[in-house]
């Protein structure tokens, strides 16, 4: 009995299906490759340390969950066996998902990943600029990668002139960080103005090499400008946080160092019809410059500007030379007033030395009068002080008595027991009162 291919498919697909019951049954694994499709399904590896199975998980199972999926999340599901017929594949197709924790090769690719940036290792400030123009750039992926024909095809197409050099390095396995890392310093030394690092995608555990912590110091000290493509965009690396640039894919990397020949040749095309219209501008001026020269009448006639100014220098002189002789008549009457100020001077000199050898007479017969005046008045004055002192009084028998709080001149200002004393013309008597009578 011969029988197709399919129909064997087919009836495997049966027997699996309808003995192979996973119901209340939950599958721990770790996910690997998961690719996250535009239509919303899931399409993944669930994998151990001793097995791999693909796996699927539509939309409408999708919007069911409540954590983000990512690749090397180990998780529990749980669904039924299927097998793809058009490929003769066995799948498990996933009703739902549990979150188990992360796998092994995650873990460490976080510890990696925190231990490097406490480092400094993908601090900003240290990334180096992009250069204004790349004209030779230097390659490190595999020799035959599908990665390098992306790159040199979008080369080809951009700019074609682009001087490119190929640094051959394995991209996957235990041995790529090292061959990485001897090409990337290889390279660095020739002086390229750009340098990628391209490698198409594939899964978590084929761009792990990507993570290694030597590849990541390497680049961090290498002098030329370093730009990454690796995987997919949904794929990040270490190698992809420490480079100067990250573009998402390969091609992606190619166009950012590459310049678009069709723009360039726009630009350029722009620029000279604005550098010949400028040019005319500036033309146009310099023709309207020279017409307005040439027709001045100067240039026309050099000999009637020479008669001009030399007509403009002579009456200049003419008007000097009035200036000059109205300056002398000035001169002149200033030296005639100076003369006349020095005679009156001199006159009124003479006047004044007569008149003040007289004053001096004057002065000292005026001040003995104010001198004998001011005696007479001082004697006068002294007569009338002294028959007016009070120690004149004192001699004709009267006395002053006080106390502490002045002249006594009432009963009412001492009281009894108090101390006084009375002054006389020759002396002072000091007094206890004993009792005093009012009159």
Same mark, same amino acid.
């Not at 954590?67 to 009703?95: A, K, P, T, W």
């Not at 940036?117 to 180096?128: I, Q, R, T």
């Given at each position: 009995m011969v029988v197709s291919i399919s129909s064997v498919i087919a009836r495997i697909k049966n027997v699996l299906t309808q003995t192979m019951d996973l119901d209340g049954i939950w599958i721990q694994g770790e996910i690997s490759n998961l690719t996250k499709h535009r239509s919303g399904h899931y399409? @993944?590896?669930?994998?151990?340390?001793?097995?791999?199975?693909?796996?699927?998980? @539509?939309?409408?199972?999708?919007?069911?969950?409540? @954590?983000?999926?990512?690749?090397?999340?180990?998780?529990?599901?749980?669904?039924?066996?299927?097998?793809?017929?058009?490929?003769?594949?066995?799948?498990?197709?996933?009703?739902?998902?549990?979150q188990d924790g992360l796998g092994d090769l995650y873990l460490e690719f976080?510890?990696?990943?925190?231990?490097? #940036?406490?480092?400094?290792?993908?601090?900003?400030?240290?990334?180096?600029t992009k250069p204004d123009y790349i004209e030779n750039i230097g390659i490190i992926t595999g020799a035959s990668a599908a990665a390098l024909q992306d790159v040199l095809s979008t080369i080809q197409r951009r700019w074609p002139m682009m001087k490119v050099h190929l640094y051959p390095s394995l991209v996957q396995g235990n041995s790529a960080p090292n061959s990485m890392i001897q090409s990337l310093l290889k390279a660095d030394k020739m002086h390229h103005d750009a340098l990628l690092i391209v490698r198409g995608g594939g899964s978590f555990e084929d761009l792990f090499c990507f993570n290694d912590v030597e590849l990541v110091k390497t680049i961090y000290d290498l002098n030329t400008y370093i730009v990454s493509g690796v995987g997919h965009e949904v794929d990040t690396t270490l190698c992809d946080l420490v480079c100067d640039h990250r573009s998402v894919t390969p091609t992606a990397a190619a166009q950012w160092v590459s310049l678009d020949q069709y723009e360039v040749s726009q630009k350029i095309l722009k620029n000279q019809t604005l550098l010949i219209n400028e040019i005319k501008h500036i033309f146009n001026t310099y023709v309207s410059q020279f017409n307005i020269y040439?027709?001045?009448?100067?240039?026309?006639?050099?000999?009637?500007? =020479?008669?001009?100014?030399?007509?403009? #220098?002579?009456?200049?002189?003419?008007? #000097?030379?009035?200036?000059?002789?109205?300056?002398?008549?000035?001169?002149?009457? =200033?030296?005639?007033?100076?003369?006349?100020? =020095?005679?009156?001077?001199?006159? =009124?000199?003479?006047?004044?030395?007569?008149?003040?050898?007289?004053?001096?007479?004057?002065?000292?017969?005026?001040?003995?009068?104010?001198?004998?005046?001011?005696?007479?008045?001082?004697?006068?004055?002294?007569? #009338?002080?002294?028959?007016?002192?009070?120690l004149k009084i004192l001699s004709r028998g009267y006395s002053i008595t006080s106390n502490e709080n002045g002249v006594i001149k009432s009963i009412q200002d001492v009281q009894k027991e108090d101390i006084i004393q009375t002054r006389l013309q020759d002396g002072i008597i000091l007094s206890y009162v004993k009792d005093k009578k009012e009159e």
């Open positions: 399409y @993944f590896s669930l994998k151990d340390k001793s097995g791999e199975m693909s796996c699927v998980m @539509f939309s409408s199972y999708v919007s069911r969950l409540n @954590f983000n999926v990512q690749e090397g999340m180990r998780v529990l599901v749980s669904g039924s066996i299927n097998v793809y017929e058009q490929r003769g594949s066995l799948q498990l197709v996933i009703r739902q998902m549990r976080e510890k990696r990943k925190q231990d490097l #940036l406490k480092a400094g290792y993908f601090d900003v400030g240290h990334k180096k040439k027709n001045h009448p100067y240039l026309k006639d050099p000999k009637s500007f =020479i008669v001009d100014k030399q007509l403009k #220098l002579d009456a200049y002189c003419t008007q #000097l030379e009035h200036a000059l002789s109205l300056q002398h008549q000035k001169l002149d009457v =200033i030296q005639n007033y100076r003369m006349n100020l =020095i005679s009156s001077m001199k006159h =009124i000199f003479e006047n004044n030395k007569k008149h003040l050898m007289i004053y001096p007479e004057k002065i000292e017969g005026g001040m003995h009068s104010v001198l004998v005046h001011n005696q007479n008045l001082l004697q006068k004055n002294c007569a #009338l002080l002294d028959a007016y002192s009070p």
